[in-house]
């Protein structure tokens, strides 16, 4: 597919003529910004994380809340301000558009005006906000954290829920014990309903196990802490072995071959070895890095002074180490398995160390991902060590560089700070930075998805400059929370676009020049680049919204006017045909909220009725002189060009593809009639006609939403199959005696000359017009040789 070809076509607003006005829109939220900004009421800065807004509205709620400040009349209204703060601020696609356009930008029906009582937010808010061991996810990380390889034991929650609250200190106890054997979630299904709904949530709490490619399994015990304890430790698979005269020089070669340590705990009668579920423990945290294993030195007294041990301690034994080196071995005197950890990561060591002399050639062609470091180590180092068993059945390698060695080689890199990437193999250049959450699990799914992506990180030297290929380029900020949650949803989509278009990011707190010559002012703004022709994304922040988005500039289902063509294709429009037109302002938020759904809309009425918008900014006066008063403005213009001025505003509470297409094919005349019992028997049972029929009922909700599917199938077969309505409340006895049990039902009635083929019909399971008649039409070229053959004669 060229799409250097076909992206011409198209006539969406380019972004150079958009550019002036972008920033006529700007400043007016920049002036407002001075006077009540959302993050200065929130005392957060533009960068906070979700979890950073959601602790400082809390702090606030305690002390401004009205029920705390009954003697100030004015209480009421500042909690309201701090409030509509929070809730634009926590939600990823608002808080997108309060940045680019103000409050002016967010919609009116989202104001909001209510709030929790004060005991609410002391203590139902947030429950496990500030437990440093008990990770909170939310839709935007969960698929990421349960899919990292690590073993997840997630606590879906209610903030109501009183059974809820009485776990909480359990599960505080129970993540403290756990801490770094297995990961300890909790999901809010108060913020996150619809991640919850997806995953079968139906009471609160509900305790679920995640191990990645499993099902998972749900714990239905008494919740105390040792039952939590012995339910996740049997997920701990990782295995401890006995170590004995007949395998322990075997079982010490064979690890040292793989690249991994011994962890040895030598046990006496005098007891001081690491019990059971402590080795067990310790064996899960260290798994891919160290071979776990117990030695009984009663009955194996020899063997263990082989080892130069007399008494009960722990020992790890590096595997690229001989015995006989000093300080190669390190003894532990702890029995604590997080004591353990710590120490015996610390001794394990360090990533391979790449420098400017091997960079390019280790780089060549393997993939890599590699960590960046500036002198003094993170706190998360020593966990980076963990990366290469994460990814080693990824075929991904890990390496570092250190940045104050090779400072030349980051600064070509525009590697500025700590920061891990991965190196796809094709060269220097095609690297992805992760700009997500700086732990374990978030990286691994960054790298796992980036390799098999096509998005590439730019800078100023692979910048699509020449314009020979098309590329969709995501400027953006790696504070800016809406940012992170759009760069997987861009690597899906490279994906599905593999070899037709290119995929990069550009940081504009590094690439202020590039960002300032597309006049970007807000974050993320993408862009898709297609030789001369320059288009800015609109639409939600989803792999299946850029792809939609993408489909519409090869084939436009919505035709972008201006006075002109307005003019002379609605208002001098054929007689009987229809147009549906949205005027609409860049900077509403409903307008931005309404535009993937009516492209959508649009391709639902292809053929049937044309669909076109109008930019009010652009072209103020002229919406004016149509008298449009608010955005956005979606009217149906009739088929009837007697009154070419004439038309239906639409004033429905829903905005959504199938809702405006409902509403818009109900101005079209009927395809289909309605059926009575004496006419279903004289023209559908005894007729010549092929017939489709709907069965319904007003009351049924989905017979309601099927109903202008169900024109738009008759007249898909108009001249082919006859369509009809049978109202079975009206009509039960009929519909009864056809054997209706559910409302929808559609029934295929063909004619076969003589006689029906089958007298209540033939069942169609689908609700999909073009579904529908492509069964239909493939049972009457079945049918065919029957309808021509011959009748035989009589005796």
Same mark, same amino acid.
């Given at each position: 597919?060229?799409?250097?070809?076909?992206?011409?076509?198209?006539?969406?607003?380019?972004?150079?003529?958009?550019?002036?006005?972008?920033?006529?829109?700007?400043?007016?939220?920049?002036?407002?910004?001075?006077?009540?900004?959302?993050?200065?009421?929130?005392?957060?800065?533009?960068?906070?994380?979700?979890?950073?807004?959601?602790?400082?509205?809390?702090?606030?709620? %305690?002390?401004? @809340?009205?029920?705390?400040?009954?003697?100030?009349?004015?209480?009421?209204?500042?909690?309201?301000?701090?409030?509509?703060?929070?809730?634009?601020?926590?939600?990823?696609?608002?808080?997108?558009?309060?940045?680019?356009?103000?409050?002016?930008?967010?919609?009116?029906?989202?104001?909001?005006?209510?709030?929790?009582?004060?005991?609410?937010?002391?203590?139902?808010?947030?429950?496990?906000?500030?437990?440093?061991?008990?990770?909170?996810?939310?839709?935007?990380?969960?698929?990421?954290?349960?899919?990292?390889?690590?073993?997840?034991?997630?606590?879906?929650?209610?903030?109501?829920?009183?059974?809820?609250?009485?776990?909480?200190?359990?599960?505080?106890?129970?993540?403290?014990?756990?801490?770094?054997?297995?990961?300890?979630?909790?999901?809010?299904?108060?913020?996150?309903?619809?991640?919850?709904?997806?995953?079968?949530?139906?009471?609160?709490?509900?305790?679920?196990?995640?191990?990645?490619?499993?099902?998972?399994?749900?714990?239905?015990?008494?919740?105390?802490?040792?039952?939590?304890?012995?339910?996740?430790?049997?997920?701990?698979?990782?295995?401890?072995?006995?170590?004995?005269?007949?395998?322990?020089?075997?079982?010490?070669?064979?690890?040292?071959?793989?690249?991994?340590?011994?962890?040895?705990?030598?046990?006496?009668?005098?007891?001081?070895?690491?019990?059971?579920?402590?080795?067990?423990?310790?064996?899960?945290?260290?798994?891919?890095?160290?071979?776990?294993?117990?030695?009984?030195?009663?009955?194996?007294?020899?063997?263990?002074?082989?080892?130069?041990?007399?008494?009960?301690?722990?020992?790890?034994?590096?595997?690229?180490?001989?015995?006989?080196?000093?300080?190669?071995?390190?003894?532990?005197?702890?029995?604590?398995?997080?004591?353990?950890?710590?120490?015996?990561?610390?001794?394990?060591?360090? %990533?391979?160390?790449?420098?400017?002399?091997?960079?390019?050639?280790?780089?060549?062609?393997?993939?890599?991902?590699?960590?960046?470091?500036?002198?003094?180590?993170?706190?998360?180092?020593?966990?980076?060590?963990?990366?290469?068993?994460?990814?080693?059945?990824? @075929?991904?390698?890990?390496?570092?560089?250190?940045?104050?060695?090779?400072?030349?080689?980051?600064?070509?890199?525009?590697?500025?700070?700590?920061?891990?990437?991965?190196?796809?193999?094709?060269?220097?250049?095609?690297?992805?930075?992760?700009?997500?959450?700086?732990?374990?699990?978030?990286?691994?799914?960054?790298?796992?998805?980036?390799?098999?992506? @096509?998005?590439?990180?730019?800078?100023?030297?692979?910048?699509?400059?020449?314009?020979?290929?098309?590329?969709?380029?995501?400027?953006?900020?790696?504070?800016?929370?809406?940012?992170?949650?759009?760069?997987?949803?861009?690597?899906?989509?490279?994906?599905?676009?593999?070899?037709?278009?290119?995929?990069?990011?550009?940081?504009?707190?590094?690439?202020?020049?590039?960002?300032?010559?597309?006049?970007?002012?807000?974050?993320?703004?993408?862009?898709?680049?297609?030789?001369?022709?320059?288009?800015?994304?609109?639409?939600?922040?989803?792999?299946?919204?850029?792809?939609?988005?993408?489909?519409?500039?090869?084939?436009?289902?919505?035709?972008?006017?201006?006075?002109?063509?307005?003019?002379?294709?609605?208002?001098?429009?054929?007689?009987?045909?229809?147009?549906?037109?949205?005027?609409?302002?860049?900077?509403?938020?409903?307008?931005?909220?309404?535009?993937?759904?009516?492209?959508?809309?649009?391709?639902?009425?292809?053929?049937?009725?044309?669909?076109?918008?109008?930019?009010?900014?652009?072209?103020?006066?002229?919406?004016?002189?149509?008298?449009?008063?608010?955005?956005?403005?979606?009217?149906?213009?009739?088929?009837?060009?007697?009154?070419?001025?004439?038309?239906?505003?639409?004033?429905?509470?829903?905005?959504?593809?199938?809702?405006?297409?409902?509403?818009?094919?109900?101005?079209?005349?009927?395809?289909?009639?309605?059926?009575?019992?004496?006419?279903?028997?004289?023209?559908?049972?005894?007729?010549?006609?092929?017939?489709?029929?709907?069965?319904?009922?007003?009351?049924?909700?989905?017979?309601?939403?099927?109903?202008?599917?169900?024109?738009?199938?008759?007249?898909?077969?108009?001249?082919?199959?006859?369509?009809?309505?049978?109202?079975?409340?009206?009509?039960?006895?009929?519909?009864?005696?056809?054997?209706?049990?559910?409302?929808?039902?559609?029934?295929?009635?063909?004619?076969?000359?003589?006689?029906?083929?089958?007298?209540?019909?033939?069942?169609?399971?689908?609700?999909?017009?073009?579904?529908?008649?492509?069964?239909?039409?493939?049972?009457?070229?079945?049918?065919?040789?029957?309808?021509?053959?011959?009748?035989?004669?009589?005796?």
């Amino acid at each position: 597919m060229e799409y250097r070809v076909l992206l011409g076509v198209h006539q969406p607003r380019p972004i150079q003529l958009m550019l002036p006005l972008m920033l006529l829109v700007i400043l007016p939220a920049v002036v407002w910004a001075e006077n009540q900004d959302y993050y200065n009421l929130l005392g957060v800065s533009r960068e906070a994380t979700t979890r950073e807004i959601r602790r400082a509205f809390k702090k606030l709620a %305690l002390t401004m @809340h009205p029920d705390k400040n009954t003697g100030d009349p004015s209480a009421h209204e500042k909690f309201l301000k701090v409030n509509r703060a929070y809730e634009v601020l926590k939600d990823e696609e608002l808080r997108k558009k309060y940045d680019k356009y103000g409050e002016k930008g967010l919609n009116e029906e989202q104001q909001g005006g209510r709030y929790e009582s004060w005991n609410y937010y002391r203590y139902d808010f947030g429950i496990y906000d500030d437990d440093l061991e008990i990770i909170t996810l939310d839709s935007g990380d969960f698929e990421a954290a349960v899919n990292s390889g690590e073993v997840w034991f997630i606590n879906f929650y209610f903030p109501r829920c009183s059974h809820c609250h009485q776990l909480a200190p359990t599960w505080r106890d129970f993540a403290k014990e756990m801490n770094g054997v297995i990961r300890i979630g909790a999901v809010n299904c108060g913020d996150n309903n619809r991640l919850c709904k997806r995953k079968g949530i139906n009471s609160y709490p509900s305790l679920f196990i995640y191990r990645t490619g499993q099902k998972p399994e749900k714990f239905n015990g008494e919740r105390s802490k040792d039952n939590l304890v012995r339910f996740s430790m049997q997920f701990i698979t990782t295995t401890v072995t006995q170590l004995w005269q007949g395998n322990v020089f075997k079982e010490i070669e064979s690890a040292f071959a793989l690249g991994l340590a011994w962890l040895i705990t030598f046990c006496f009668d005098t007891g001081d070895c690491l019990e059971p579920r402590t080795r067990q423990k310790v064996a899960g945290m260290l798994d891919g890095l160290v071979k776990v294993g117990w030695m009984d030195c009663t009955s194996e007294e020899q063997l263990c002074n082989s080892f130069q041990v007399t008494s009960g301690v722990t020992a790890l034994f590096p595997s690229e180490s001989s015995l006989d080196q000093p300080g190669s071995v390190l003894w532990l005197n702890t029995l604590d398995s997080k004591e353990i950890y710590s120490q015996v990561i610390n001794h394990l060591p360090d %990533l391979q160390l790449l420098s400017s002399e091997n960079f390019q050639r280790k780089l060549a062609h393997h993939r890599w991902l590699v960590s960046f470091t500036f002198g003094e180590r993170s706190p998360t180092s020593n966990e980076y060590k963990k990366l290469p068993a994460f990814l080693k059945n990824d @075929h991904i390698q890990v390496s570092r560089v250190d940045c104050i060695a090779d400072s030349e080689l980051c600064q070509s890199l525009y590697i500025h700070k700590p920061c891990v990437a991965v190196f796809k193999g094709l060269g220097i250049r095609d690297f992805e930075i992760h700009h997500g959450k700086d732990v374990l699990y978030n990286i691994v799914s960054f790298a796992r998805d980036s390799v098999r992506a @096509h998005v590439t990180t730019l800078t100023p030297e692979n910048f699509p400059s020449d314009r020979k290929d098309a590329w969709l380029v995501d400027f953006f900020a790696p504070w800016c929370p809406p940012c992170q949650a759009l760069l997987p949803e861009l690597r899906k989509a490279s994906i599905q676009l593999a070899g037709q278009m290119k995929f990069g990011t550009l940081d504009c707190t590094i690439h202020h020049n590039l960002c300032s010559m597309y006049n970007i002012q807000a974050y993320p703004t993408t862009i898709i680049f297609n030789g001369s022709s320059v288009y800015e994304y609109e639409g939600q922040h989803s792999a299946d919204g850029i792809l939609e988005f993408i489909q519409d500039l090869i084939d436009p289902s919505v035709v972008v006017m201006d006075p002109s063509s307005f003019t002379q294709r609605v208002k001098g429009r054929a007689e009987g045909q229809i147009w549906a037109v949205d005027f609409y302002a860049p900077w509403c938020g409903p307008c931005q909220a309404l535009m993937p759904e009516w492209r959508r809309m649009a391709r639902l009425l292809s053929g049937q009725i044309l669909v076109g918008s109008v930019d009010c900014q652009q072209f103020q006066s002229f919406c004016q002189s149509q008298n449009v008063r608010a955005y956005p403005e979606i009217r149906l213009y009739s088929s009837s060009t007697r009154q070419p001025d004439r038309y239906m505003s639409y004033n429905g509470w829903h905005r959504d593809a199938h809702s405006l297409r409902a509403w818009a094919l109900s101005s079209l005349p009927r395809a289909s009639v309605d059926l009575t019992p004496e006419s279903f028997r004289s023209q559908v049972l005894s007729g010549q006609d092929h017939w489709v029929l709907d069965f319904y009922a007003p009351w049924c909700g989905p017979c309601q939403h099927f109903a202008p599917e169900f024109e738009v199938l008759a007249r898909i077969l108009k001249g082919e199959v006859r369509a009809g309505k049978v109202d079975c409340q009206a009509h039960h006895q009929t519909c009864q005696s056809a054997g209706i049990t559910a409302y929808p039902t559609v029934r295929f009635y063909p004619y076969l000359g003589a006689k029906r083929l089958e007298q209540n019909g033939e069942h169609i399971s689908s609700r999909d017009a073009n579904m529908i008649a492509d069964i239909i039409r493939q049972q009457l070229q079945r049918l065919s040789p029957r309808l021509h053959a011959k009748p035989k004669d009589e005796l």
